[in-house]
């Protein structure tokens, strides 16, 4: 089993370091997730609030760092460590200037950085933007398509539903070809079925074993054929309590990496981490 840190919600003196001595310890990748603004009050339920007990997870108080800068930060303090994003709210973004990021954190973390994609979640978040809430997944599918035009033909041209691009430059491409890694999330029938047909992995928040398992099933039921199965990763609640004995169960789910915060305090982080990779045996 591989084991990744959050970095959310440590503050901007504290995210480096952590990642930093990750990198050191031997864990896998370290995980920041994104969100553009957030409203004091909303009527959006947060989709993960069983899995996280008395905690308040997501609120409105919360740091939300430039994901995109922040991991390129994180990328010259670093050396092995992946960098993943837990998740894009990609159709938020537009799709130009998405790409630009994408491709920037890839070439300066060489090859590191995983592209977490979601669809979102908050609907308040999206009328705040003025972006359309119920076409959000139908965008993102566009989208997807029009980065992977934008990163590996030399002079693109593109014409969807919602973006029209005229024959065009775009430089630097990514050094991932023909695109990162693609990290999806979601539990719905049509998020499955995108993370199996273009995804590389599959990222769930708050889910236990039994669960997991059951969208692994549908992930693999889903997968056309010749397509390699996807790594599979898990968000554990900071209230989680990690021992041999549920990491057998992830494992045997199918998990291939868990995703921990085995702290209360982000002061306290980097102690906690170091104590948690000796439990676990984690090396480098």
């Known amino acids: 089993m591989k084991f990744g840190v959050s970095l959310f919600p440590l503050r901007h003196g504290q995210l480096a370091d952590v990642a930093c001595a990750a990198d050191e310890l031997g864990y896998d990748a370290v995980f920041l997730g994104e969100h553009v603004i957030s409203p004091v009050e909303m009527e959006t339920r947060y989709p993960y609030a069983a ?6 997870a997501y609120h409105a108080g919360l740091p939300f760092f430039d994901p995109y800068a922040a991991l390129s930060f994180v990328a010259g303090r670093t050396t092995q460590i992946k960098l993943c994003l837990s998740l894009s709210i990609v159709p938020l973004h537009d799709p130009f200037h998405l790409a630009r990021s994408v491709a920037t954190i890839d070439l300066f973390s060489e090859q ?4 977490g ?18 076409d ?7 989208v997807l ?3 992977e035009v934008l990163w590996t033909e030399p002079e693109p041209e593109f014409a969807g539903e919602f973006y029209r691009l005229p024959r065009s430059m775009m430089e630097p491409k990514p050094l991932s ?3 990162p890694p693609y990290i999806f999330g979601g539990t719905t029938k049509a998020a499955v079925r995108r993370a199996a047909v273009r995804g590389d992995g599959w990222f769930g928040v708050g889910v236990d074993p039994e669960a997991t398992a059951s969208v692994v099933e549908e992930l693999d039921a889903a997968r056309p054929a010749g ?17 041999d004995e549920l990491v057998d169960r992830f494992r045997h789910a199918g998990v291939h990496r868990l995703v921990v915060r085995p702290w209360q305090k982000g002061r306290d982080a980097a102690t906690h981490i170091e104590r948690f990779a000796e439990r676990m045996g984690i090396s480098r």
């Open 136 to 142: 959000r997944g139908r965008r993102l599918d566009e």
């Open 117 to 134: 994609v979601g669809v979102g979640w908050l609907k308040e978040e999206f009328d705040i933007l003025g972006m359309g809430w119920q």
């Open 51 to 56: 899995s996280t007990g008395d905690s308040p």
């Open 145 to 147: 398509d029009l980065l």
């Open 112 to 115: 590191r950085f995983l592209f």
């Open 177 to 179: 070809q023909p695109h």
């Open 227 to 243: 397509r390699a199965p996807l790594e599979i990763t898990v968000g554990l609640s900071p209230n989680a309590i990690v021992d």
